[in-house]
């Protein structure tokens, strides 16, 4: 397993943060331009740093082989890996990299001559690290004096997005990003609890067939749930819980899911804006039983949620 210091931005994380990329040497061709991403391996572990903002995002693991992907809402033509948060700073913050790079106590082998940092990172998309190097970073996600809130931290548009980038993130993609970060939060927390029905890796949900009995599986408009966690007993599947996090889906479609799996479930976790809530679940007790709705939905706005 290999260590690497992924250069991106806060833009990048906020549209895809279950992904880093690096543009095509050529189009057509699924070859990444900066060769060295291409020697990232499935289960190795990444710091995400945000160039310009000059904050780490978090340790991330990839969960993928290299994709090319061709087609996408806000990159152009990339080659890219799948990632989920491994190790994270306190829900909220971000590491400020400047702080710790500026600490006098704190020496990299990645940057020998800390005054001019940048200069190992001018070009790169990323680095190898060795494990000290490492080391110092992970530790430093939990120490307060390290820490920038995420309040303070504006997601600057990079040459990268004005050159490669279909188009700015704007609020739209602020939403993504955070409805990304919800369902990565629920789904952390669950695998150390539970076992967690793995996504599927195109479209990042869960066929909700894979919870209801065979017997009465959706064989057309089939639908999908955010996130699945089950335990097993016996060999067989007991399911503890699903997230449903609302973005720009329709609140009616999500509370037909909802009322679906309900009676197949042990838990619901709905993530929405505020104003959203009262009417999901004024809709939601209406069309399925209203004592099973209340004793296990649980509703969340993001803030409550996220931190």
């Known amino acids: 397993m290999n260590r690497w210091f992924i250069v991106h931005d806060l833009l990048a994380y906020n549209q895809h943060p279950n992904m880093i990329g690096n543009i095509v040497k050529k189009t057509g061709i699924p070859e990444p331009r900066f060769s060295a991403f291409g020697d990232i391996k499935k289960g190795d572990l990444v710091i995400y740093y945000a160039t310009k903002d000059y904050v780490v995002v978090g340790i991330f693991e990839v969960v993928s082989d290299i994709i090319h992907l061709t087609d996408d809402e806000y990159w152009k033509e990339d080659m890219i890996y799948k990632i989920k948060p491994h190790e994270m700073p306190p829900v909220g913050n971000y590491l400020d990299f400047k702080k710790l790079i500026r600490d006098p106590s704190a020496s990299f082998d990645l940057f020998p001559n800390k005054k001019k940092w940048g200069q190992a990172l001018q070009g790169k998309t990323c680095r190898l690290l060795t494990e000290r190097d490492f080391l110092t970073i992970r530790e430093a996600l939990s120490k307060t004096n390290y820490l920038k809130s995420i309040d303070e931290t504006k997601a600057t548009v990079t040459k990268w997005h004005k050159k490669y980038g279909k188009k700015t993130i704007g609020i739209a993609g602020i939403e993504a990003g955070r409805h990304q970060r919800a369902i990565d939060k629920w789904r952390l927390e669950e695998e150390g609890k539970f076992g ?112």
């Open 196 to 307: 967690l029905f793995k996504p599927n890796i195109k479209t990042n949900t869960v066929d909700i067939n894979e919870i209801l009995p065979k017997g009465i599986w959706l064989k057309e408009n089939t639908k999908y749930v955010d996130g699945l966690a089950k335990l097993e007993i016996g060999g067989q599947p007991i399911y503890q819980s699903i997230l449903e996090v609302q973005h720009k889906g329709s609140r009616e479609d999500l509370c037909v899911r909802v009322s679906i799996v309900l009676p197949f479930v042990t838990r619901v976790d709905i993530v929405s804006d505020e104003d959203d809530l009262g009417k999901i679940s004024e809709l939601l007790e209406r069309i399925a039983d209203p004592n099973i709705v209340k004793s296990r939905v649980r509703f969340y706005t993001y803030k409550e949620f996220l931190g």
